[in-house]
């Protein structure tokens, strides 16, 4: 999510130091909440154990863990290495963490939440991680080599190396023997076996430039892409086919589907708005709502029992010219935000 990173940096400028106005409603929709872990680094993933009523936020060089109803910090998983994603087996009571800078993959104690192993990766950058109960396998995507590695859930051991067509970018499981990665260079979808580690197929994401976000209706067979030309694309799952593109906002990066409400979701960090999408059948696609949020916040992660989603946000030093066209400019002291956003009772 490097590149996403630094383009949310760059949209920011002129943009930083002002939050939209978040309470209106749009459907029904609005900032419920805003919770201020502290930390004044950059973030990356998010993930909901909904069982347990905790929010997983990847920041910096640790993962911050909020109570899911109250917001309030619970915990802390510390001494990581340019933190990305957070990866969750509530029945195995294990997660593990993956840490860009330095290749590896933490794994915890999702009771105690305290590091029980370091693994190494076989790739660089890992990103994108997750389990897969099918296979009872931990998957990263690495963005730096184009490949992905299997681990053994239960013993941490690598198991296989599989290289893909490109960058990978987010992933999701079915849980039922298949998993999907976008590439975000090439503009495709990669389809996995989890059990036999192989690339089984690539499609076409076209129109979509640059996919990033990733979302799945496993029961309808759709997967929903998020792209930097302000489209999601909604695919078949089974042959790859193109169901349908659908408008969304600026900068996405983050995507989820609530099945219980036939909802997709789009975080669009350039505008700071989240895009609703309502599911009408699983060929027809309608924008309920356009939501205020705040500049930044282009991932998250949603909370099946409530509906509600948990965004990271920030606000970022003003840009000068001293620090030269590459120069990404700070986040201000205390502006860390994660947002609580969902419909009013």
């Given at each position: 999510m490097n590149a996403t990173f630094r383009r949310v940096f760059a949209a920011s400028l002129g943009l930083c130091t002002a939050v939209l106005a978040a309470s209106a409603p749009h459907a029904g929709y609005r900032v419920l909440h805003r919770y201020a872990p502290g930390g004044d680094e950059g973030w990356d993933y998010l993930a909901v154990d909904a069982a347990a009523r905790r929010v997983y936020v990847s920041h910096g060089d640790e993962v911050v863990v909020l109570d899911a109803d109250s917001g309030t910090t619970v915990g802390r998983i510390g001494h990581l290495d340019g933190v990305?994603?957070?990866?969750?087996?509530?029945?195995?009571?294990?997660?593990?963490?993956?840490?860009g800078r330095s290749g590896k993959v933490t794994a915890f104690d999702t009771r105690t939440l305290k590091a029980t192993a370091t693994l190494e990766a076989s790739g660089g950058n890992p990103d994108a991680i997750l389990y897969d109960p099918a296979s009872r396998r931990v998957f990263t995507f690495n963005g730096r080599s184009a490949n992905a590695t299997a681990f053994d859930a239960a013993s941490g051991k690598p198991l296989a190396t599989i290289a893909l067509p490109g960058k990978p970018e987010f992933a999701v499981t079915d849980g039922a023997g298949r998993v999907w990665v976008n590439i975000e260079d090439k503009s495709e979808l990669a389809e996995l076996d989890p059990k036999t580690a192989k690339l089984l197929a690539t499609w076409s994401l076209a129109p979509c430039e640059s996919p990033t976000g990733l979302a799945l209706d496993a029961t309808h067979r759709r997967l929903f892409s998020v792209c930097q030309n302000r489209t999601m694309t909604v695919l078949d799952a089974d042959d790859g086919h193109r169901v349908a593109s659908v408008a969304i906002g600026n900068g996405p990066d983050g995507a989820a589907f609530d099945p219980r409400r036939g909802?997709?979701?789009?975080?669009?960090?350039?505008?700071?708005?989240?895009?609703?999408?309502?599911?009408?059948d699983p060929d027809h696609y309608r924008v309920l709502a356009t939501v205020p949020t705040q500049a930044s916040a282009r991932t998250l992660a949603l909370d099946p029992r409530t509906g509600h989603l948990f965004l990271s946000a920030a606000q970022f030093a003003v840009h000068t010219e001293q620090g030269g066209p590459h120069h990404h400019p700070s986040v201000l002291p205390g502006s860390f935000t994660v947002l609580e956003v969902g419909r009013e009772p």
């Amino acid at each position: 999510m490097n590149a996403t990173f630094r383009r949310v940096f760059a949209a920011s400028l002129g943009l930083c130091t002002a939050v939209l106005a978040a309470s209106a409603p749009h459907a029904g929709y609005r900032v419920l909440h805003r919770y201020a872990p502290g930390g004044d680094e950059g973030w990356d993933y998010l993930a909901v154990d909904a069982a347990a009523r905790r929010v997983y936020v990847s920041h910096g060089d640790e993962v911050v863990v909020l109570d899911a109803d109250s917001g309030t910090t619970v915990g802390r998983i510390g001494h990581l290495d340019g933190v990305h994603g957070i990866a969750l087996a509530p029945a195995l009571h294990r997660g593990w963490i993956s840490n860009g800078r330095s290749g590896k993959v933490t794994a915890f104690d999702t009771r105690t939440l305290k590091a029980t192993a370091t693994l190494e990766a076989s790739g660089g950058n890992p990103d994108a991680i997750l389990y897969d109960p099918a296979s009872r396998r931990v998957f990263t995507f690495n963005g730096r080599s184009a490949n992905a590695t299997a681990f053994d859930a239960a013993s941490g051991k690598p198991l296989a190396t599989i290289a893909l067509p490109g960058k990978p970018e987010f992933a999701v499981t079915d849980g039922a023997g298949r998993v999907w990665v976008n590439i975000e260079d090439k503009s495709e979808l990669a389809e996995l076996d989890p059990k036999t580690a192989k690339l089984l197929a690539t499609w076409s994401l076209a129109p979509c430039e640059s996919p990033t976000g990733l979302a799945l209706d496993a029961t309808h067979r759709r997967l929903f892409s998020v792209c930097q030309n302000r489209t999601m694309t909604v695919l078949d799952a089974d042959d790859g086919h193109r169901v349908a593109s659908v408008a969304i906002g600026n900068g996405p990066d983050g995507a989820a589907f609530d099945p219980r409400r036939g909802i997709v979701y789009s975080a669009n960090g350039q505008d700071g708005t989240l895009t609703v999408v309502h599911e009408d059948d699983p060929d027809h696609y309608r924008v309920l709502a356009t939501v205020p949020t705040q500049a930044s916040a282009r991932t998250l992660a949603l909370d099946p029992r409530t509906g509600h989603l948990f965004l990271s946000a920030a606000q970022f030093a003003v840009h000068t010219e001293q620090g030269g066209p590459h120069h990404h400019p700070s986040v201000l002291p205390g502006s860390f935000t994660v947002l609580e956003v969902g419909r009013e009772p």
